[in-house]
């Protein structure tokens, strides 16, 4: 396959699954199996495409957010996504530090969509049997509590491969009583200086240990960031839309499928 098509697949791949639950980064580097391996700063890099269609498909709340910002409600709101990034910042360094790399291998990643999706199901499932305080009534702001809570859960998902940041920090919100509408504007927000700094890193750090090798990529890192900003932007329109009538519970089945159809690969070959 040549190496344009390749890219073009993978960069809508990054951009339907980088903000809707089910990992990004798990699909690239399964997808990658069969499409044949890009370099790590590539999938880290071509994340930077979602994060231009999140502030695309947000630009009013991200006008707001700049306009207002000397309100006390929106530093407080500011303040808190800094403590989010700041925790997943440090954390992600002292990772770094330690020797941690992204694990390629397909069993982790199908454990990670599986127990995720079970988590998903068994939460939406729990919301229907008991009797809980309708949307509008639960918190529709972030804590400090949920702030800390985003910055761990976007570790958890750097650390485990299939994990989905997007799926985490939704989930952890939800466990703590948060309302979708505002769990998901907040993890997606967070996921902006998240991804731009993780994108950065990545390519300086590449740009340090060869340069003429991300020269060469780079016609095909900006054809990858391009189809996944258009895709994206799409899949998070869509996303907003399904979630006014719905819940996650489809995207916790469709993880449980795809980690068993994995697993089942695996134990087969």
Not at 62 to 72: A, D, G, M, N, S
Request: aromatic share 10%; no cysteine.
């Amino acid at each position: 396959m040549p190496d344009w098509l390749q890219v073009i697949f993978l960069g809508v791949i990054e951009g339907i699954t980088e903000f809707i639950p089910v990992s990004s980064t798990g699909h690239l580097l399964l997808a990658e199996h069969w499409l044949g391996a890009r370099s790590e700063q590539f999938n880290v890099f071509i994340q930077s495409g979602a994060v231009l269609a999140v502030i695309a498909v947000f630009r009013e709340r991200v006008r707001e957010l700049f306009t207002q910002r000397q309100k006390p409600e929106t530093q407080e709101y500011l303040k808190k996504m800094g403590a989010a990034f700041l925790i997943t910042a440090v954390g992600g360094l002292l990772i770094k530090k330690a020797g941690w790399e992204l694990d390629n291998a397909r069993e982790p990643i199908a454990w990670a969509l599986l127990i995720g999706g079970i988590l998903f199901v068994v939460a939406e499932k729990n919301q229907e049997k008991k009797e809980t305080p309708k949307e509008e009534e639960k918190l529709p702001h972030i804590t400090w509590a949920l702030a800390v809570g985003f910055g761990v859960a976007q570790l958890i998902a750097m650390v485990f491969p299939g994990a989905s940041r997007s799926g985490t920090t939704i989930l952890m919100a939800l466990a703590l009583g948060m309302q979708r509408k505002a769990a998901v504007e907040f993890s997606f927000l967070l996921g902006v200086p998240t991804l731009l700094a993780a994108g950065a890193y990545q390519m300086v750090s590449a740009l340090k240990e060869n340069a003429a090798a991300v020269q060469a990529e780079a016609p095909l890192l900006a054809l990858g960031t391009i189809v996944s900003a258009i895709t994206a932007f799409m899949a998070v329109k869509w996303l907003l839309g399904y979630l006014q009538r719905n819940n996650f519970i489809i995207f916790g089945w469709y993880r449980i499928i795809l980690g068993i159809i994995i697993l089942g690969l695996a134990a087969t070959e």
